[in-house]
Structures are given as structure tokens and as C-alpha cells.
């Protein structure tokens, strides 16, 4: 599909934690569901997971958009 997607997957990983935990560990099966292109899910195998990885549990509400901002670079 597009950067879209992958957008899509970061925003919902930033405010919802479980799904947070289904990227961060079973980025395969994301992957697999989503409509990514093979360079999105390298992003997101390379980039992004390991950004999810160092964010706090939970990301503080306040905090989403901003969080959100920053990892949306990683997908341009």
C-alpha cells in the first residue's frame, strides 16, 4: 500500500500497548496482515521496532502526538 500503512501501524503502536507488543514481537505477522511494501516492512523491522522498544509502558497520553511525530520520520 503505502506510508500509510505503516503510519497507521506506528500511531496504534504508540497509544495501545498490546499491539505495541504484537509489532515489537511479532513483527512477521504485522507484516503479513498489513499491506506494506518490502521497504516499509524493512523500516519497520529495522527502524521502527527498535524505537518502540525504548518507549515507556505506557506512553503518557500527553505524549502520543509527539511520539507519534518523531517515529513518523522514520517512514519518509
Excluded: C
Amino acid at each position: 500500500m503505502s506510508q500509510q500503512a505503516l503510519r497507521e501501524i506506528i500511531d496504534q503502536a504508540v497509544v495501545d500497548y498490546g499491539f505495541r507488543l504484537a509489532v515489537m514481537w511479532g513483527t512477521d505477522d504485522i507484516v503479513a496482515r498489513s499491506d506494506l511494501t518490502s521497504q516499509e516492512a524493512g523500516v519497520l523491522r529495522r527502524l521502527v521496532v527498535p524505537e518502540l522498544q525504548r518507549l515507556p509502558n505506557p506512553v503518557e497520553p500527553d505524549d502520543h502526538a509527539a511520539v507519534q511525530k518523531r517515529l513518523a520520520k522514520l517512514a519518509d
